[in-house]
């Protein structure tokens, strides 16, 4: 089983997913479906191991730490330490990096006008250290305008993604 | 956080409603009552599950502050209820471009200019702030976006629970996003 995309216009299968909200991450084995809600400029990484049927999701807000907050509680708020955390959980649990692929989705640019490109930082952050590692990224999903909701099926690595933009008030 | 610092923001609060209470009711034409149900202090990433859930889409008029107090601002509320009171603003106007944003936006940019006002009165600082924007999405999509632009510092936001009397809003919320953890004088 490999990381499949599957873009869809909502997600409807909701009972038993578990949410992974900001600075957090989560891996679990076979039939688990993890989600995460409202993602809009922070990066969501999917990390998996088809063969064991092992997968996490974690949710990044920014792309690096400065070393003063390269803390515990401050490390899972970046995309790089985030995805260091992920890697060794991966590992404990059974995996090896060369089992492992991983899917980006995220990074939208939500606030056009104030010229931070933080989405645009974060994917290219996750990119780099997910080379580092020497992880395959199966696809990714980053950009745009519109915030994004995630539901990784673990057992099969399909990934279901819908756009949450809502136009205007008309 | 500080005992003190909340309640200098509580304060600040009840002048900013007070404020906004009396540029509404001035723009609308009747009696409109803005009041401050509570106050609460929350970490960022706490605030999307805390306020009704990442998914709840919502209409957010976001404006960047500078001076004495460095972040931003957001006021925030359901998006029916947004396109609800921006219809009611623009009765009888035909419908032309984004006037029914331009509303809301106007709306949320006097709550906002009220309660800076009240916050730069009782902390004792100069706070200016730049044009608002508006951001129509998913409470944890535009949220995370504005965390994003000042969270290797933030560590603590102050949110506003307001509720509104005379008008199609029923309530909202009025978020404080400092770059830096605020102190009291």
């Avoid at chain 2, 107090?69 to 029916?80: H, K, N, S």
């Avoid at chain 2, 009397?165 to 009291?184: M, Y």
Wanted: hydrophobic share 45%; aromatic share 8%; glycine share 10%.
């Amino acid at each position: 089983m490999h990381l499949r995309l599957m873009t869809v216009n909502r997600i409807t299968d909701r009972d038993g997913c578990i949410a992974v909200n900001i600075g957090e991450y989560k891996v679990g084995y076979g039939n688990v479906k993890l989600a995460t809600w409202g993602l809009g400029s922070c990066i969501a990484i999917i990390l998996y191991d088809g063969g064991r049927s092992l997968g996490g999701l974690g949710h990044a807000l920014l792309p690096k730490p400065s070393s003063e907050h390269n803390t515990l509680n401050f490390r899972k708020r970046y995309a790089t330490t985030l995805i260091d955390l992920m890697v060794n959980r991966m590992i404990a649990l059974g995996s090896e990096i060369a089992d492992m692929e991983a899917a980006l989705i995220g990074g939208a640019r939500v606030i056009p006008n104030l010229n931070s490109h933080i989405g645009e930082r974060n994917a290219i952050a996750a990119k780099e250290r997910l080379r580092e590692w020497g992880i395959k990224i199966a696809f990714q999903d980053i950009g745009g305008r519109s915030g994004r909701n995630v539901l990784f099926y673990v057992r099969d690595g399909k990934v279901f993604v819908a756009y949450t933009l809502r136009k205007g008030f008309r | 956080m500080r005992e003190d610092m909340l309640e200098l923001l509580r304060r600040a609060g009840y002048e900013g409603a007070l404020g906004a209470t009396n540029a509404l009711s001035n723009m609308l034409g009747r009696k409109v009552y803005v009041n401050v149900l509570g106050l609460l202090a929350l970490l960022p990433e706490d605030i999307p599950e805390i306020l009704g859930g990442r998914e709840k889409h919502v209409a957010c008029v976001l404006s960047r502050l500078h001076g004495g107090y460095e972040g931003f601002t957001a006021f925030i509320c359901p998006l029916r209820y947004a396109v609800k009171i921006s219809l009611r603003i623009i009765e009888g106007l035909p419908p032309v471009g984004d006037i029914q944003e331009d509303a809301f936006r106007e709306l949320g940019n006097i709550v906002i200019g009220n309660f800076i006002s009240g916050i730069a009165n009782n902390i004792g600082v100069k706070i200016t702030y730049d044009e608002p924007l508006i951001l129509i999405d998913t409470l944890g999509a535009v949220l995370d976006s504005v965390i994003a632009l000042v969270s290797d510092e933030c560590e603590v936001c102050y949110v506003y629970y307001l509720s509104f009397e005379g008008v199609d809003l029923k309530k909202a919320k009025l978020i404080l996003i400092p770059k830096v953890v605020l102190h009291a004088p």
